[in-house]
T-cell receptor
Framework: SAVISQKPSRDICQRGTSLTIQCQVDSQVTMMFWYRQQPGQSLTLIATANQGSEATYESGFVIDKFPISRPNLTFSTLTVSNMSPEDSSIYLC?????????????FGPGTRLTVL | GESVGLHLPTLSVQEGDNSIINCAYSNSASDYFIWYKQESGKGPQFIIDIRSNMDKRQGQRVTVLLNKTVKHLSLQIAATQPGDSAVYFCAENSGGYQKVTFGTGTKLQVIP
């Protein structure tokens, strides 16, 4: 499986500011995914990011709030804009398995965001 | 401390016993299912998967059972160890572009 890293691993931010989270993969992948995991909750898909095209957002998530970049096949960023305390969550990127016939997603370690 | 698993249902198991974690999935069109393990401070880790044309699949110390009739998935862990303590999520995929939907999760506590 791919090795996925995220930066920063955690951050504490002030209300109204923005934070950009980076996701780096050690191999080329077509699709990357961004999830949010609120405290004590399961994972919710924010958007799917393909290289060279606009990200596809899930219901309840919009590009103005969570702009995503996907400049190449090994890297993506998620920005949490104009943050409020409700944005305090773990943000995770994942990639598809990449081997034939698998639909498995593999996850990065997550970015733990606290908004004051 | 980490907040993952704070409000999730908890299963407590004695070390050495077998654990069974259950999951009800929602989409009858789902054709691929995955179990993930999430330890405190880490991202979800793939454990085992199963496709809808199977009803059982075994890995190392883990077995996944699928009952499509009642849309039920279970993860069995044999000889549970303290290192198995984590939150376990089932996930389903209804095809297409690998969009995975996660279940609510179960926190497994292993009692030494």
């Amino acid at each position: 499986s791919a090795v996925i890293s995220q930066k920063p691993s955690r951050d504490i931010c002030q209300r109204g500011t923005s934070l950009t989270i980076q996701c780096q993969v050690d191999s080329q992948v077509t699709m990357m995914f961004w999830y949010r995991q609120q405290p004590g909750q399961s994972l919710t898909l924010i958007a799917t990011a393909n290289q060279g095209s606009e990200a596809t957002y899930e219901s309840g998530f919009v590009i103005d709030k969570f702009p995503i970049s996907r400049p190449n096949l090994t890297f993506s960023t998620l920005t949490v804009s104009n943050m409020s305390p409700e944005d305090s969550s773990i943000y995770l990127c994942s990639v598809e398995g990449g081997t034939s016939g698998t639909d498995t997603q593999y996850f990065g370690p997550g970015t733990r965001l606290t908004v004051l | 401390g980490e907040s993952v698993g704070l409000h999730l249902p908890t299963l407590s198991v004695q070390e050495g016993d077998n654990s069974i974690i259950n999951c009800a999935y929602s989409n009858s069109a789902s054709d691929y299912f995955i179990w993930y393990k999430q330890e405190s401070g880490k991202g979800p880790q793939f454990i085992i998967d199963i496709r809808s044309n199977m009803d059982k699949r075994q890995g190392q110390r883990v077995t996944v059972l699928l009952n499509k009739t009642v849309k039920h998935l279970s993860l069995q862990i044999a000889a549970t160890q303290p290192g198995d303590s984590a939150v376990y999520f089932c996930a389903e995929n209804s095809g297409g572009y690998q969009k995975v939907t996660f279940g609510t999760g179960t926190k497994l506590q292993v009692i030494p």
